[in-house]
């Protein structure tokens, strides 16, 4: 526990260590912007943020001593870990407030006329560091990449900054600027769920019907075609991902490449179609005997306000321990008022956050899952028995699929999932049509 308070402890540190010098002072980009009015609300940008380094200077100073503080209960040091957190997202939110208001006031005019500097304040230049634990390497966060983390993107801001992006590439921008707009695309495109990351990228394609602002670029017109067709994986809308592999061959592109591409595309439909029927196949269960267990888990948003809810079908037959595992979570109200913590245009997660010792139950499990990973699938990780995803999407890389197990799946209110932000909870999960004669208990294995 001491280990996960300082990792703690040190993720804090590393926000502002990460921009500041050696004298300590933080570092200035020599870049200036072309504009005087961007100019200034660049000056403006960076005075917020050495005041947001200072504020965590303090909150570092502060609770320090109240986490290493000798002879607490591992439940009192839990409470006060995410009371850090808690303090930490506030000032987060903070920074990204007050840098919005700054750009608000940048007139569209202005905007049009310098758009690739506009572009660099919101999607490129970093306001805060973050740092990969498990590497140890630190890199900026954009606007952009702060507030996915603090708040979630809801579907209004989504589209706000696709628009952004559409307005901004019609003004008709250098070619010399394309790499400064595609890496804000590409940004964009991690941050905003896939349905509407489609939409953006046909917008693009429209607006260039030859391909010629792509000419002279890492991005080839082929290369957004690839995306594309991977969107549309993601969405399992496969006979259309094909249809643009085919298009890209008879062009006569990367042959191997495309060919490697269709042939995945062809293993999750088919791994799809197979989930499809054996989902058919759990719902038609019937009788006290055969029947599968539901839960009924229903959200709160960070008001208070209710926030929908959704069903799941748990995957007792293919599943069994980790089934078990959740249905004992459950039960003992371990999931109650349990913080979304984590949201992207993949999943929802919930449940312990283990990388900071809240909340994470003092055992493993072995889960196992014959069962694929879908929109609407509801997984656990497999290094933690709490943690709850769920899932928005098929993850892309075959790594992250293999590194979650799928226990079961939305029924009823799929669509709830896509409106859940960061700071939302679950507000209680209930256990139905529990089969007759089984015993939800995990086998449990002792943590080292």
Not at 137 to 153: A, F, H, I, N, R
Request: aromatic content about 8%; charged content about 35%.
């Amino acid at each position: 526990m001491t280990k996960k308070i300082l990792i703690l402890l040190g993720l804090c540190v590393m926000v502002f260590a990460a921009g500041c010098g050696d004298d300590g002072e933080v570092n200035k980009t020599e870049y200036k912007a072309t504009d005087p009015v961007i100019q200034t609300a660049r000056v403006k940008i960076a005075e917020i943020k050495d005041a947001y380094l200072d504020e965590v200077r303090g909150i570092v100073q502060e609770w320090s001593p109240k986490l290493q503080v000798g002879g607490l209960e591992d439940e009192e040091k839990e409470v006060r870990q995410a009371e850090l957190k808690k303090v930490m997202r506030t000032v987060g939110r903070k920074l990204v407030d007050d840098v919005k208001v700054v750009l608000a006031a940048i007139p569209q005019e202005t905007r049009n006329a310098h758009s690739i500097d506009y572009l660099k304040l919101v999607f490129v230049e970093p306001i805060d560091y973050s740092s990969d634990q498990r590497s140890g390497e630190q890199s900026g966060v954009s606007l952009l990449e702060k507030e996915t983390m603090v708040y979630g993107l809801s579907p209004e801001r989504c589209a706000q900054y696709t628009d952004e992006i559409v307005a901004y590439f019609h003004v008709g921008m250098k070619k010399d600027d394309a790499e400064i707009f595609f890496s804000a695309l590409a940004g964009l495109l991690d941050a905003i769920n896939f349905q509407q990351g489609l939409a953006l990228i046909d917008q693009i394609m429209k607006a260039d019907p030859d391909g010629s602002f792509f000419i002279n670029t890492r991005f080839s017109r082929d290369s957004w075609k690839s995306v594309k067709s991977n969107l549309l994986m993601s969405l399992e809308r496969y006979n259309e991902a094909n249809a643009i592999y085919d298009s890209m061959l008879s062009e006569g592109e990367d042959k191997q490449k495309i060919l490697k591409g269709k042939e995945e595309n062809d293993a999750q439909e088919t791994e799809k179609r197979i989930e499809d029927r054996e989902r058919k196949d759990d719902a038609d269960k019937t009788g006290e005997d055969k029947r599968l267990p539901r839960a009924e888990i229903t959200f709160v948003g960070a008001d208070g306000k209710e926030k929908g809810a959704i069903t799941v079908l748990l995957f007792e037959d293919d599943a069994f321990n980790a089934v078990a595992n959740f249905i004992s979570l459950a039960e003992s109200g371990y999931y109650d008022n349990k913080e979304f913590f984590a949201i992207n245009n993949i999943f929802a997660l919930t449940g312990s956050k283990f990388d900071c010792g809240v909340g994470e139950p003092d055992y493993s499990i072995e889960a196992k899952s014959k069962r694929g990973v879908f929109r609407g699938t509801l997984t656990c990780a497999k290094s933690s028995p709490a943690q709850i995803f769920l899932m928005k999407y098929r993850p892309r890389l075959e790594e992250q699929r293999k590194a979650l197990v799928a226990f079961g799946f939305i029924v009823k209110g799929i669509d709830e999932i896509d409106k859940l932000m960061i700071g939302d909870r679950i507000s209680k999960i209930e256990i139905t049509d529990k089969r007759k004669g089984s015993v939800y208990e995990p086998e449990k294995e002792k943590k080292n």
